[in-house]
């Protein structure tokens, strides 16, 4: 059964400041992985994809890489800024139990402080 | 113009009371799926809908019936609730069957049971 972990759980940095956050995952069978952003109160937005024979994807002053193998993805956020404060949840995709679907982390929570 | 639309947006009721989430997508996509999230905050799927039909069933109480009329269409139905139920429904959608590509999400549906 496949697991995402996410550390750390909740992350407070001053602007401008450079950050990465973590996730792990069990199962190296995956398809894909994303990185999602989730504001109080609102849906989610999609970030970056990397599919599984990717190693990363860069969109602006975001970057995430993929290490299929140790199981092991970073999203890396250049000069933070107070826009950037919101939950990111990081997500496999994979077949499990004959099915593909995406199995979430519970996300880490980041404020970036003017 | 919103991509995915859900309504209503916050629903309170009673313990046993029958209640509908719906939800709407104008992007074209063949596949929608259902996500609930829970006071932990953690995201997982509960039913996914290719083209109208059913490809995904996470183990989800039968009082949880997922109906789509159409593709661009996917309302969950939810008998007899329970204070369980309690927590935010979010819809997504997608362009491929597998969903290898990027979800789109709701805004999600805040659900309290009383």
């Known amino acids: 059964k496949q697991e995402v972990t996410q550390i750390p759980a909740a992350l407070s940095v001053p602007e401008g400041e450079n950050l990465v956050l973590n996730c792990s995952f069990t199962d190296s069978a995956i398809y894909n992985l994303q990185w999602f952003r989730q504001d109080p109160g609102k849906g989610l937005t999609s970030l970056l994809l990397?599919?599984?024979?990717?190693r990363e994807q860069t969109s602006g002053r975001l970057n995430a890489s993929l290490d299929k193998s140790s199981g092991r993805s970073t999203l890396y956020i250049a000069a933070s800024q107070p826009g950037d404060s919101a939950t990111y949840l990081c997500?496999?995709?994979?077949?499990?139990?004959?099915?593909?679907?995406?199995?979430f982390g519970k996300g880490t929570k980041l404020t970036v402080n003017p | 113009d919103t991509a995915v639309s859900q309504t209503p947006k916050y629903l309170v009721t009673q313990m046993g009371n029958d209640k509908s989430i719906k939800c709407e997508q104008n992007?074209?996509?063949?596949?929608m799926y259902w996500y609930k999230q829970d006071s932990k905050k953690f995201l997982k799927i509960m039913f996914s809908?290719?083209?109208?039909?059913?490809?995904i069933n996470e183990t989800v109480p039968n009082r949880f019936s997922p109906k789509s009329p159409d593709k661009a269409h996917l309302n969950l139905h939810i008998n007899s609730l329970e204070l369980g139920d309690s927590a935010v429904y979010f819809c997504?959608?997608?362009?491929?069957?597998?969903?290898?590509?990027?979800?789109?999400f709701g805004a999600g549906t805040r659900l309290s049971v009383l």
């Open positions: 809908y290719n083209n109208k039909e059913l490809i």
């Open positions: 997500a496999v995709k994979g077949a499990q139990g004959g099915s593909e679907k995406l199995v």
């Open positions: 997504a959608s997608s362009q491929d069957s597998r969903g290898l590509d990027i979800q789109y």
């Open positions: 992007l074209g996509h063949d596949t």
């Open positions: 990397i599919q599984s024979s990717q």
